[in-house]
């Protein structure tokens, strides 16, 4: 079956510093991947995706490449703000005929300090 | 842009009521998702409707019924609350077909709570 593993938190950062979200995967066929972002009291957002090998996937400064070899998904970002505390999620997704269902990892809770 | 709409935002009810849970799709979407997010636990899928059949079922339990209705919209009925079910469902909307699509839209959506 399908799984996502994800690095346990919660993670404490101070501003500015260096975030890695580790994230591997087990899936049959080829799945996509995602990083999803939850603020508190809000719906999952899709932070970035990837749908291919080697994709990189982007955005708000996140950034996360998808490594068929070593089946990884890490979220790494080079600065944090405050405004990134939020609870991140891996998932993958595999096309099941027409429907199509996400994955999701145990999410990771990251906050953020000034 | 219009997003996905559930409703209502907070509910809650007793042991062995009843609950209604609705979910409007982005427009000319026309496959739903509903998923479970117990207090501090990842999402987890419970069923889905394309072009108003049931295509995928999880983890739903047998309590539970869903339907999609000709406008897409959708409805997760609950039935014989249990403590257990309190929890945040959400809602999720794709346009099925176009093979380059991944994405899915989810609602902010519905917190509720078991007394």
């Known amino acids: 079956g399908n799984s996502v593993t994800q690095m346990e938190g919660p993670v404490t950062l101070s501003e500015e510093a260096f975030l890695t979200i580790n994230c591997t995967y087990t899936a049959t066929g080829y799945p996509s991947l995602f990083w999803y972002v939850q603020y508190p009291g809000e719906g999952l957002q899709l932070l970035l995706k990837?749908?291919?090998?080697?994709d990189k996937g982007s955005n708000k400064g996140f950034e996360a490449t998808y490594r068929k070899e070593t089946t990884s998904f890490h979220l790494e970002k080079g600065s944090v703000q405050v405004s990134d505390s939020a609870v991140y999620f891996c998932a993958l997704s595999v096309p099941s005929g027409s429907a199509r269902q996400l994955t999701f990892g145990s999410g990771t809770q990251l906050t953020v300090l000034p | 842009a219009a997003g996905v709409i559930q409703s209502p935002r907070h509910l809650i009810k007793e042991k062995r009521e009843t609950a209604t849970l609705k979910c409007y799709p982005i427009p000319r979407h026309d496959t739903v998702y509903w998923y479970q997010q117990g207090p501090g636990q990842d999402p987890q899928f419970l069923i889905s409707f394309y072009e108003k059949m049931q295509s995928d079922k999880g983890s739903i339990p047998d309590r539970f019924s869903a339907q999609q209705f000709s406008d897409y919209h959708s409805e997760l009925n609950m039935s014989s609350l249990e403590l257990g079910d309190s929890a945040l469902y959400f809602c999720?909307?794709?346009?099925?077909?176009?093979?380059?699509?991944?994405?899915?839209?989810f609602g902010s959506g519905t917190q509720l709570s078991v007394l």
């Open positions: 990837a749908t291919k090998a080697d």
């Open positions: 999720a909307s794709s346009l099925s077909g176009a093979a380059t699509n991944e994405k899915l839209f």
